[in-house]
C-alpha cells in the first residue's frame, strides 16, 4: 500500500506544492510584516509608515486563517474529485490491473486524502501557534496581562477562559471528525455510481441524493452526541476527549464501512 502511496504523491504533487507555495508566500508576508511593524513601533508609533504596517500585519494574519481553511477543502476536493475522475476514465483503470487488491487500491487514496489533510492542518495550526506570539508581542508586549485580565473576568462572571478555548477546540475536531465521514462517504457514492449504477438513467443524481442523505443522517447522529451543556462539562482536555469519543467511533465505523463497500464494489463491478 505504501507504494500506492507514493503514486498518489506523484500524481498530485504539482496542486501540493501549489499549495504549500501560497503558505509559504503568506507566511512570508506575515514575518515581514511583523517586522516592520516591530520597526516602526520602536521609531515612531504613530506614523503612517506603522499604521500600514500594522494594518498589513492583521491582514496577513487574516489571510492565513483563510488559508487554513482553503487548503483543507483544496485537498479533499482533490481526493474526491480524482477518484471520481479515475472511475470515470477507462485509462485510469490501468492501476486496478496490477497485483494490488481493489482494498489496498482505495484505502490508499482515502488514506492519502486524509493523511495530506492532517498533514497540512498540522502545519499550518504550528504556523498559527507561532504566528499569534509573534503578532501579540509585536502588537502589544503586555498581551499575557491581557489573557489574564480577561481570564479574571471570566471567572467573576461564572465563566472560564480556558473553558472557551476548549470549546473551540472541541467544535474544530468536530469539524475535522465530520469532513472525513463526509469524505468517505462520498467515495462511497462515487464507486457505487460507477459500478452498479453505472449506466443507468439517473445514476448520477442518485448518487448525489444518496451521499446527501448519508451525511446528513450521520450529521444527525453527530449533533445527538453532543451534550447541550458541553461548555460547562468541560474543563480540560481529558473532557474534551471523552466527549469527543463517540463522534470519533462513529466516524471511524463509517470510514472502515465505506472502505470495505468500495473495495467490494468495485471488485465485483468494476468495468475494465
Known amino acids: 500500500m505504501l507504494r500506492l502511496i507514493k ?33 516602526y513601533q520602536i521609531t515612531s508609533s504613530l506614523s503612517s509608515a506603522a499604521q500600514r504596517a500594522e494594518v498589513n500585519l492583521v491582514v496577513s494574519m487574516s489571510l492565513l486563517a483563510f488559508a487554513s ?3 483543507a477543502m483544496a485537498v479533499f476536493i482533490m481526493g474526491v474529485a480524482g477518484y471520481s475522475r479515475e472511475l470515470n476514465q477507462k485509462t485510469s483503470y490501468l492501476i486496478f490491473m496490477t497485483p494490488n487488491s481493489t482494498m489496498a487500491i482505495v484505502g490508499s487514496k482515502l488514506l492519502f486524502t486524509l493523511f495530506t489533510g492532517v498533514a497540512f492542518a498540522a502545519l499550518l495550526a504550528a504556523l498559527a501557534f507561532a504566528d499569534f506570539n509573534v503578532m501579540a508581542s509585536v502588537v502589544s508586549p503586555e498581551w499575557r496581562g491581557y489573557y489574564n485580565l480577561l481570564d479574571a473576568f471570566m471567572t467573576n462572571n ?18 475535522f471528525l465530520s469532513i472525513i465521514a463526509t469524505v ?9 455510481s460507477a459500478t452498479f449504477m453505472r449506466g443507468k438513467k439517473g445514476h448520477a ?17 453527530t449533533s445527538l452526541m453532543i451534550p447541550d451543556d458541553v461548555y460547562r462539562i468541560m474543563g ?22 465505506s472502505l470495505v463497500s468500495c473495495a467490494w464494489m468495485l471488485k465485483k463491478r468494476v468495468d475494465l
Do not use: C
Open 236 to 257: 480540560n482536555a481529558s473532557d474534551m476527549t471523552r466527549i469527543i469519543a463517540p463522534q470519533a467511533l462513529l466516524d471511524a465505523g463509517v470510514l472502515a464501512l
Open 69 to 71: 481553511f482553503g487548503t
Open 7 to 39: 503514486y498518489e504523491l506523484r500524481k498530485n504533487r504539482a496542486l501540493l506544492l501549489t499549495i504549500l507555495g501560497v503558505i509559504v508566500a503568506l507566511e512570508a508576508y506575515f514575518l515581514v510584516s511583523a517586522h516592520l511593524a516591530e520597526k
Open 205 to 221: 443524481l442518485v448518487s448525489v441524493l444518496l451521499f446527501l442523505v448519508i451525511s446528513w443522517g450521520i450529521s444527525r447522529l
Open 184 to 192: 468517505s462517504v462520498a467515495y462511497f457514492a462515487i464507486t457505487l
Open 158 to 175: 461564572n465563566l472560564s477562559l480556558t473553558g472557551a478555548l476548549l470549546t473551540i477546540a472541541f467544535y474544530v475536531s468536530v469539524v
